[in-house]
């Protein structure tokens, strides 16, 4: 089992910038590829960004690529999402999520565990 608790959320003004950390613990000996993903009011939950195992390897959703980045410190058994430039429709609930293996993915049921999520409010 591995549990996650997210921070880093807030109240930001459109163009600011956030980070958001995901730390890990339970049976972070073994290897995990990690994920975030947001859910916005009335719609469905969303891919924002990924990474491998090792790091080596990201991907993001169209609508965050050039302002987001994802990356990860296993010594620190932490997940970050460094949020530049941010927008209005960028208001969500994050979360992030971790899979077994090493290889990240873009879908949401390739995730065993969740974090219970952090709120991003992005006002113009």
């Known amino acids: 089992q591995v549990q996650l608790v997210e921070s880093g959320g807030g109240l930001v003004q459109t163009g600011d910038s956030l980070r958001l950390s995901c730390a890990a613990s339970?049976?972070?000996?073994?290897?995990?590829?990690m994920g975030w993903f947001r859910q916005a009011p009335g719609k469905e939950r969303e891919f924002v960004a990924a990474?491998?195992?090792?790091?080596?390897?990201?991907y993001y959703a169209d609508s965050v690529k050039g302002r987001f980045t994802i990356s990860r410190d296993n010594a620190k058994n932490t997940v970050y999402l460094q949020m530049n430039s941010l927008k209005p429709e960028d208001t969500a609930v994050y979360s992030c999520?971790?899979?077994?293996?090493?290889?990240?993915?873009?879908?949401?049921?390739?995730?065993?565990?969740w974090g219970q999520g952090t709120q991003v409010t992005v006002s113009s």
């Open positions: 990474i491998s195992w090792s790091g080596d390897s990201a």
């Open positions: 339970g049976r972070t000996y073994s290897t995990y590829a």
């Open positions: 999520a971790a899979r077994p293996g090493t290889m990240a993915v873009l879908s949401a049921y390739s995730y065993n565990y």
